[in-house]
């Protein structure tokens, strides 16, 4: 099952990568043939940039997320013991490579995992997480968080967030151009064509308007698929689903979050913003209570 879903999220991450890039190119011919007269134009810089965001954001995925939630680096045991020997022990039963360490100073109880493969990655706990959880249940998180290396959800989370991210740049910048007067330098220097510029114009700003909405939408769907196989895959290496399910108890019952980055906030093994949306279709994670339930049958 395990080796199955690592494939599958190997799979998965090539058909993430081809689904937003092909986002990002539609982005790209309609803000290109608006606002600069040329979709080919367009299509060819967005897919550039996309690409290059991408390589340069998964070779310093781990950097760049930890500066991000403004987590600082463990690199000595004696730095926090408890914390190092539990992620050291994790990794070591899940057969991956120690991971990097970091702490983030914030006293809701939280965690994640980053990185672009098992071999690159790290794992970040917050000081709420220490101080608030006993060490069964920081086990459960890091087998958690371990599990999410194992599995090679982190690769496939980093992905998503650099498109999505690429995806953002392009519909500022098209916004941008609506105030610069990018349509309307178009239509003097070719007259206008009246209905044909109007429907191109209408879909920019669909693509400018709905691209970030449906890259988030995208984001979170992954997040909230991944979260249930990580659960499940903590109990494998702990075979103690109550230090988990206590874990998330407490997790759910904190405060939000002061230093996490929103366009992270799906890494966190708990919404670090404790959002509650519509029929949670804009949630970053499953509700708690269904995956407690889940390791409760375990």
Not at 32 to 55: D, E, N, P, R
Not at 134 to 140: A, K, L, V, Y
Not at 267 to 281: C, N, Q, R, S, V
């Amino acid at each position: 099952m395990l080796y199955q879903q690592i494939a599958s999220n190997k799979r998965k991450t090539v058909l993430v990568v081809l689904g937003f890039l092909l986002l990002v190119g539609m982005i790209g011919a309609a803000i290109g043939y608006t606002f600069a007269g040329s979709a080919t134009m367009g299509v060819v810089f967005a897919i550039v940039l996309g690409f290059v965001y991408m390589f340069v954001m998964l070779g310093q995925s781990t950097d760049v997320v930890m500066n991000m939630n403004n987590a600082h680096e463990i690199t000595d045991p004696s730095q926090a013991p408890e914390l190092w020997h539990i992620v050291e022990d994790m990794a070591l039963v899940g057969k991956v490579p120690m991971p990097r360490v970091f702490i983030i100073d914030d006293p809701s109880p939280n965690a994640f995992a980053t990185g672009s493969d098992p071999n690159h990655a790290a794992v970040a706990a917050t000081t709420g997480l220490l101080a608030r959880l006993n060490r069964e249940e920081i086990e459960g998180v890091m087998a958690h968080e371990v599990s999410h290396i194992r599995n090679y959800d982190i690769k496939l989370q980093t992905t998503a967030l650099a498109l999505a991210a690429v995806v953002s740049i392009l519909a500022n910048f098209g916004s941008h151009s609506l105030f610069w007067g990018g349509a309307r330098r178009r239509d003097d220097r070719e007259g206008g064509n009246g209905i044909f510029e109007i429907i191109m114009l209408v879909l920019a700003l669909l693509a400018i308007v709905l691209g970030p909405l449906a890259a988030s939408m995208a984001q979170m769907a992954l997040s909230r698929n991944r979260e249930y196989l990580a659960d499940a895959s903590a109990v494998e290496l702990t075979r103690n689903p109550l230090g988990l399910i206590n874990a998330l108890a407490k997790i759910s019952n904190s405060e939000p979050m002061q230093a996490a980055d929103a366009s992270s906030a799906s890494m966190y093994i708990a919404d670090p913003f404790k959002g509650k949306t519509w029929a949670h279709l804009f949630d970053t994670h499953p509700p708690i209570e269904e995956r407690i339930a889940r390791l409760q049958k375990m």
